[in-house]
C-alpha cells in the first residue's frame, strides 16, 4: 500500500527529529566559529572575524580550586565562554576539586553527556535513572565514569584526603541544574516545595538561609 503525504510528513518529520536530537550540539559548518562573546546571543555564539591563538587556549584547569564553600569541592570549566575557539565545536571541559568529605551534589546536565577522568584521589559516585534506579560505583585514580545526559547524577569523597577529576561533555555549553539549590534559591513558591518534600513552611526557610549565596 502506497504511503500517503500525511503518513510521509509524519516520517520526515520523526526521523528528521531523531537525527538532530542525537547531537547535543548542532554540526560545524566552516572550519572555526570563534565566539564573540559580546554579540547578541540567538542559539550560541555569533563567530568573530578576528582570533587569535589565545582564543583556543584556557590553563585554568591547571591548579587545584578553592573548596572552602558549603559543599567541600569547586568547579572550574572550560567552556565556550571560557574558550571562545570552542564554539560549534561540539566539546568542552571541567576539573572538580574535592576536599576531603567534600560532595558535588545531586545535579544534571541538560545539554551533554559527561565522562570523568580520575587525577587523585577516590570517589563514590553515581547516576539516578528515570526508572529511579541507583548506579553507583566506587572510582579511584585512573578510573573513568559516565553519567548520561539529562539524569541527576553526584561524586562524593569520602576519604580523608582530597580528590579531582577531569570531565569532558560532548557540548561546548552543557548546562548544570543543581537540585538544590534550583529548588531552593529560584523563586520556586513555599507551599510547592512543602507539599513536595512533605516539610514544613519553617523548614524550606532554614534550607533556603542554609543554601542563600554568602555575602562577601
Known amino acids: 500500500m502506497a504511503k500517503t503525504p500525511l503518513v510521509l510528513s509524519l516520517t520526515s518529520f520523526f526521523l528528521l527529529f531523531v537525527s538532530s536530537s542525537m547531537a547535543a550540539d548542532p554540526d560545524m559548518l566552516q572550519d572555526v566559529c570563534v565566539a564573540d562573546l559580546?554579540?547578541?546571543?540567538v542559539n550560541g555564539f555569533a563567530c568573530k572575524s578576528n582570533f587569535t591563538a589565545d582564543d583556543f587556549f584556557f590553563g585554568g584547569?591547571?591548579?587545584?580550586?578553592?573548596?572552602?564553600?558549603?559543599?567541600?569541592?569547586?568547579?572550574t570549566g572550560a567552556n565556550v565562554e571560557k574558550v571562545p575557539g570552542l564554539n560549534t565545536l561540539g566539546v568542552s571541559m571541567s576539573r572538580i576539586d574535592y576536599a576531603?568529605?567534600?560532595l558535588n551534589p545531586p545535579h544534571t546536565h541538560p545539554r551533554a553527556t559527561e565522562i570523568i577522568f580520575v587525577l587523585e584521589g577516590t570517589l563514590d559516585v553515581g547516576f539516578i535513572t528515570?526508572?529511579?534506579?541507583?548506579?553507583?560505583?566506587?572510582?579511584?585514580?585512573?578510573?573513568?565514569?559516565?553519567?548520561?545526559?539529562?539524569?541527576?547524577?553526584?561524586?562524593k569523597n569520602n576519604q580523608k584526603v582530597p580528590a579531582a577529576v577531569i570531565s569532558g561533555f560532548n557540548s561546548q555549553l552543557p548546562g548544570t541544574q543543581s537540585l538544590a539549590l534550583t529548588l531552593f534559591t529560584s523563586a520556586v513558591p513555599d507551599n510547592v516545595l512543602t507539599k513536595t518534600f512533605q516539610i514544613g513552611t519553617k523548614e524550606v526557610e532554614k534550607i533556603r538561609s542554609k543554601l542563600a549565596p554568602k555575602k562577601s
Do not use: C, E, M
Not at 38 to 41: C, D, G, N
Open 38 to 41: 559580546t554579540a547578541i546571543k
Open 61 to 75: 584547569l591547571a591548579n587545584p580550586g578553592s573548596t572552602n564553600n558549603t559543599y567541600g569541592s569547586l568547579v
Open 100 to 102: 576531603p568529605g567534600g
Open 130 to 155: 528515570t526508572a529511579n534506579v541507583l548506579i553507583s560505583k566506587t572510582i579511584t585514580k585512573g578510573d573513568v565514569f559516565v553519567f548520561p545526559r539529562g539524569l541527576v547524577h553526584f561524586q
